[in-house]
């Protein structure tokens, strides 16, 4: 499991170190520069100091080391008067002024210079200064090499620190209570914790809404199937005493009107809880014209057995995106919501024209209709319209959810409702994509 707090350690601490180590870089160049300068003053110094008579002999070496300055002498007549270290390796002649010479034990630094009447050559191995910048660049650095763990161990607890507001929200989530989906409090956090807190409290918010929204349908749907499955149970009951055949029939016929009405109405609910706003839809292109045509021609016997004249007025061509299955069950709910409350003899007409290059369908009836004053309550699941001045008694059975999923599916695929009054004075219906 991935930590952020040992990813911030092993990035700080290596971000310090490549640091520290430039810096040390740095100090070894500046030190250097100033040991050079340092040793080629030393070096002029050492070539003042040499008396200026000449030598009569070769001195003997005073030192077999190759350590600290070589010095050789020259006669004006260029015979070797003194080498100092006689093995050590450097140019026969000397070259005026400062130089660097390459030996096959390493980099020397030449200082040649007339001396009286001598030729003065002082060298020095460059590894020296590079050891004295080198103590120094470590002298400087090793105190911070030192503090590199505390540095870490502070890292740590800082760091730890930092986290721990994400520390204090996960505890209050873990000890909630399943049900418990009041948001956080969002007090005495960073400004970079803030918006994790929102996002988890607007999370929060919506599945309150869900849960809400869930529990009022199980509630509503309990409700509204216990009637008719009571009504079953006492037609069951009716059928199991009936005494002779005429009336076993009526109860068999009352048995399967009210199996049928349950059905009907489980159908419906399952719907609905299909139609739910977090279903996911498969979106296709839709030809509304075909799939208009293969409602109505699905309810033409409905409409038949119902003495309701029911047609495709007009038929314009139109395509749509959209998911066609939940798109079928909204026409069908319309269409036979138009047939049931139609009476005998009345007509439906099904349209589809366009509207400033909008897609509209109209089913239109000659039914009772709806007040223009409940038009909104009758999207609400389980509403339903009852007498009134402006509007007959019906005697259609229902469940009050058919208007309900029909505005649910019309949201899913883009599409607004519109309830109206139609020509022959009945409920008109508009959907337009």
Same mark, same amino acid.
């Given at each position: 499991?991935?930590?952020?707090?040992?990813?911030?350690?092993?990035?700080?601490?290596?971000?310090?170190?490549?640091?520290?180590?430039?810096?040390?870089?740095?100090?070894?160049?500046?030190?250097?520069?100033?040991?050079?300068?340092?040793?080629?003053?030393?070096?002029?110094?050492?070539?003042?100091?040499?008396?200026?008579?000449?030598?009569?002999?070769?001195?003997?070496?005073?030192?077999?080391?190759?350590?600290?300055?070589?010095?050789?002498?020259?006669?004006?007549?260029?015979?070797?008067?003194?080498?100092?270290?006689?093995?050590?390796?450097?140019?026969?002649?000397?070259?005026?002024?400062?130089?660097?010479?390459?030996?096959?034990?390493?980099?020397?630094?030449?200082?040649? &210079?007339? *001396?009286? =009447?001598?030729?003065?050559? /002082?060298?020095? $191995? %460059?590894?020296?200064?590079?050891?004295? @910048?080198?103590? +120094?660049?470590?002298?400087?650095?090793?105190?911070?090499?030192?503090?590199?763990?505390?540095?870490?161990?502070?890292?740590?607890?800082?760091?730890?620190?930092?986290?721990?507001?994400?520390?204090?929200?996960?505890?209050?989530?873990?000890?909630?209570?399943?049900?418990?989906?009041?948001?956080?409090?969002?007090?005495?956090?960073?400004?970079?914790?803030?918006?994790?807190?929102?996002?988890?409290?607007?999370?929060?918010?919506?599945?309150?809404?869900?849960?809400?929204?869930?529990? &009022?349908? *199980?509630? =509503?749907?309990?409700?509204? /199937?216990?009637? $008719? %499955?009571?009504?079953?149970?006492?037609? @069951?009951?009716? +059928?199991?005493?009936?005494?002779?055949?005429?009336?076993?029939?009526?109860?068999?016929?009352?048995?399967?009107?009210?199996?049928?009405?349950?059905?009907?109405?489980?159908?419906?609910?399952?719907?609905?809880?299909?139609?739910?706003?977090?279903?996911?839809?498969?979106?296709?292109?839709?030809?509304?014209?075909?799939?208009?045509?293969?409602?109505?021609?699905?309810?033409?016997?409905?409409?038949?057995?119902?003495?309701?004249?029911?047609?495709?007025?007009?038929?314009?061509?139109?395509?749509?995106?959209? =998911?066609?299955?939940?798109?079928?069950?909204?026409?069908?709910?319309?269409?036979?919501?138009?047939?049931?409350?139609?009476?005998?003899?009345?007509?439906?007409?099904?349209?589809?024209?366009?509207?400033?290059?909008?897609?509209?369908?109209?089913?239109?009836?000659?039914?009772?209709?709806?007040?223009?004053?409940?038009?909104?309550?009758?999207?609400?699941?389980?509403?339903?319209?009852?007498?009134?001045?402006?509007?007959?008694?019906?005697?259609?059975?229902?469940?009050?959810?058919?208007?309900?999923?029909?505005?649910?599916?019309?949201?899913?695929?883009?599409?607004?409702?519109?309830?109206?009054?139609?020509?022959?004075?009945?409920?008109?219906?508009?959907?337009?994509?």
């Amino acid at each position: 499991m991935r930590s952020i707090r040992r990813q911030l350690l092993i990035w700080l601490l290596a971000l310090v170190i490549v640091g520290v180590g430039f810096a040390g870089w740095l100090i070894y160049r500046q030190a250097l520069a100033e040991a050079n300068e340092l040793f080629d003053y030393q070096l002029q110094q050492i070539a003042a100091a040499l008396p200026s008579e000449p030598f009569s002999s070769v001195l003997s070496s005073r030192s077999e080391s190759d350590e600290g300055v070589v010095i050789q002498i020259w006669n004006r007549n260029g015979a070797l008067m003194y080498f100092s270290h006689p093995r050590v390796p450097l140019a026969p002649h000397a070259e005026l002024g400062f130089s660097t010479e390459m030996t096959p034990r390493g980099e020397w630094r030449v200082y040649s &210079a007339i *001396v009286g =009447d001598n030729v003065v050559q /002082l060298a020095q $191995p %460059l590894s020296i200064r590079n050891r004295v @910048a080198a103590g +120094v660049a470590w002298r400087t650095l090793w105190p911070l090499v030192l503090l590199l763990p505390l540095l870490g161990l502070a890292i740590w607890v800082i760091v730890g620190l930092g986290l721990a507001p994400l520390q204090r929200v996960t505890r209050a989530l873990d000890t909630r209570h399943p049900e418990a989906l009041d948001p956080l409090s969002d007090r005495r956090l960073p400004q970079e914790v803030r918006p994790v807190v929102r996002a988890l409290n607007a999370l929060l918010s919506r599945l309150a809404a869900a849960l809400d929204t869930q529990k &009022a349908f *199980v509630a =509503d749907a309990a409700h509204e /199937l216990r009637t $008719p %499955l009571a009504a079953v149970q006492i037609q @069951a009951q009716l +059928v199991a005493r009936a005494q002779d055949d005429e009336t076993r029939r009526e109860a068999l016929k009352d048995l399967h009107e009210g199996i049928a009405r349950a059905t009907r109405l489980a159908e419906q609910l399952l719907a609905l809880a299909r139609s739910e706003p977090d279903g996911k839809a498969a979106l296709a292109s839709v030809d509304l014209a075909a799939l208009l045509e293969s409602c109505v021609r699905g309810y033409v016997l409905v409409a038949q057995e119902r003495g309701v004249d029911l047609g495709i007025e007009a038929s314009e061509p139109a395509t749509v995106e959209g =998911d066609p299955d939940s798109l079928r069950v909204m026409f069908n709910n319309l269409i036979d919501n138009a047939t049931k409350y139609t009476p005998r003899g009345g007509r439906v007409d099904v349209c589809l024209r366009a509207n400033e290059g909008h897609p509209v369908v109209d089913i239109s009836d000659s039914g009772p209709g709806i007040p223009e004053e409940e038009r909104e309550r009758v999207f609400d699941r389980f509403y339903r319209v009852g007498e009134s001045a402006n509007r007959p008694r019906t005697d259609v059975s229902g469940s009050g959810l058919g208007l309900a999923i029909v505005k649910r599916i019309a949201d899913q695929n883009g599409a607004a409702v519109a309830l109206g009054e139609s020509q022959a004075g009945g409920l008109k219906v508009s959907v337009t994509f």
